[in-house]
């Protein structure tokens, strides 16, 4: 069974989730986008059972509703989310803060009728391997 392990950005939050996750979806909610300040946020979800803080405390607020959203308290990295409402015994981890994201691409788009209109054609974008010219 394979070990997925990532944290916060200054590495006070360390965490390990086991074995394949349920999905690997990106978000386009407006909670989720508020909460990361980015157009969509990459999930991982995993059972549970299968999660676990390994290093450090998480802070965890209620964002909406039954939403739970856990961030480093030192440099606000936000890390996962619980909603025993809609995902009862799911811990989506965001799947950027993995130690190897490559490991988990997305499946799905999710919420998508909350996308931000310019997102849908965001493909079709100029890209730079770093920064323009």
């Given at each position: 069974?394979?070990?997925?392990?990532?944290?916060?950005?200054?590495g006070a939050v360390r965490y390990r989730a086991r074995g394949a996750p349920k999905h690997v979806a990106l978000c386009h909610c407006a909670d989720c986008r508020k909460s990361a300040g980015a157009p969509m946020v990459a999930?991982?979800?995993w059972a549970e059972a299968d999660f676990a803080v390994t290093q450090g405390e998480a802070k965890t607020i209620n964002s909406s509703g039954a939403s739970l959203r856990s961030f480093c308290p030192d440099c606000g990295t936000g890390l996962y989310f619980r909603n025993e409402d809609a995902l009862p015994g799911i811990?989506?981890?965001?799947?950027?803060?993995?130690d190897d994201p490559d490991a988990l691409p997305p499946q799905v788009h999710i919420q998508v009728a909350e996308r931000i209109g310019w997102m849908e054609t965001?493909?079709?974008?100029?890209?730079?391997?770093?920064y323009p010219g």
């Amino acid at each position: 069974m394979t070990d997925h392990v990532g944290g916060c950005q200054c590495g006070a939050v360390r965490y390990r989730a086991r074995g394949a996750p349920k999905h690997v979806a990106l978000c386009h909610c407006a909670d989720c986008r508020k909460s990361a300040g980015a157009p969509m946020v990459a999930w991982a979800a995993w059972a549970e059972a299968d999660f676990a803080v390994t290093q450090g405390e998480a802070k965890t607020i209620n964002s909406s509703g039954a939403s739970l959203r856990s961030f480093c308290p030192d440099c606000g990295t936000g890390l996962y989310f619980r909603n025993e409402d809609a995902l009862p015994g799911i811990v989506d981890v965001q799947s950027a803060t993995l130690d190897d994201p490559d490991a988990l691409p997305p499946q799905v788009h999710i919420q998508v009728a909350e996308r931000i209109g310019w997102m849908e054609t965001q493909t079709a974008l100029p890209q730079f391997e770093r920064y323009p010219g």
